[in-house]
């Protein structure tokens, strides 16, 4: 069993090219917290059921486990999450042929209720980009991080593996590689661009190392790449030096890309391929947001408003 798991887990990073964030949560989903707290992975609960086979599981367990997790108080969003990992570990086996059928193919998850992603309005923006110090190669760097992820709506993960030479300062186009190593091109305007060239020419010289790593674009002051979690602190930094009362974090700058790209008349789908969504209906629901701004502006211009809501 464990031989059959570390290879699923090696079949995700080297044929799926999932990334080491997601294969851990794939991970975790299906051991599940070995250490303390209730149990809640899908082997964890085979263990309670003393299922002592995997070929043992079938719609019925599967049924079993998800009353299991809802009377845990296991959120709807987390359930969904966890079955999706065991559901890719029977395609795995399936696909080996260690099972004939998969059990969990036709296992629905919990109806989840979809929250409307947070954006920030234009004087937010403003003040976020404008909190960074110009005057230090740390600030430099920072700004270019703000208004790149702003400009261009890229992931996290995208910006944190960027490297100089995928950069066209000339063309304000950057090649980036998305979820499972999937290339595209992102656009950046003319804000951007400044912001990214103060960076390379005035700031990252001064936090390059002959140690450090000569090809990340984005280095801390020991030359080495930026994190996920160094940018994240950097940005949530910035929104507090700011003084926005929100929680501020990279996705929400891809959030308000987005919307602010509808808002402006964008057509969905040239969104979508600016977001890197393989799904259409990933990118329609930033329209529901733009739908719903429409609604606050019209309640408080029109000036019958009041009373048709009424």
């Known amino acids: 069993m464990q031989k059959v798991f570390k290879s699923y887990l090696n079949y995700l990073a ?43 599981v079938n719609r019925g367990v599967m049924r079993d486990y998800i009353r299991y997790l809802m009377e845990q108080k296991i959120a709807k ?20 042929g260690f099972i004939k059928e998969n059990p969990v193919q036709l296992t629905t998850s919990p109806k989840i209720d979809r929250r409307l992603p947070d954006c ?4 937010e923006l403003n003040r976020l980009l404008e909190a960074p ?73 001064h936090m390059v190392t002959l140690r450090g790593d000569r090809e990340a674009l984005f280095i801390n002051r020991y030359g080495k790449r930026l994190s996920q979690r160094m940018i994240q602190k950097i940005i949530t930094s910035c929104g507090l030096k700011a003084g926005i ?18 808002d402006g008349g964008a057509d969905l789908r040239v969104v979508q391929e600016l977001l890197g969504h393989a799904n259409l209906g990933t990118t329609q629901i930033y ?24």
């Open 245 to 262: 009362n929100k929680h501020i974090y990279p996705h929400l700058l891809r959030h308000s890309f987005a919307t602010h790209m509808l």
């Open 287 to 310: 329209t529901h947001v733009t739908q719903n701004q429409a609604r606050k502006v019209y309640l408080s211009a029109h000036p019958m408003a009041k009373r048709d809501e009424k």
């Open 14 to 56: 080297a044929e799926r090219s999932f990334s080491p964030y997601t294969i851990r949560n794939y991970k975790n989903d299906l051991l599940g917290n070995v250490h303390h707290g209730t149990a809640k992975g899908f082997f964890q609960y085979l263990q309670m059921t003393n299922i002592d086979s995997l070929t043992d």
């Open 120 to 123: 920030l309005n234009q004087e």
């Open 77 to 96: 969003r987390s359930i969904s999450r966890k079955l999706s990992a065991v559901r890719s570990f029977y395609n795995y086996l399936l696909r080996e």
């Open 133 to 205: 110090n110009p005057n230090t190669p740390q600030g430099l760097r920072d700004r270019a991080i703000l208004e790149l992820i702003y400009a261009s709506g890229m992931r996290l993960s995208e910006l944190a593996g960027l490297n100089t030479g995928q950069v066209k300062i000339e063309t304000g186009e950057i090649k980036v590689s998305g979820k499972g190593s999937k290339e595209r091109i992102v656009l950046i305007g003319e804000m951007a661009i400044e912001a990214l060239v103060k960076y390379i020419k005035n700031g990252r010289p």
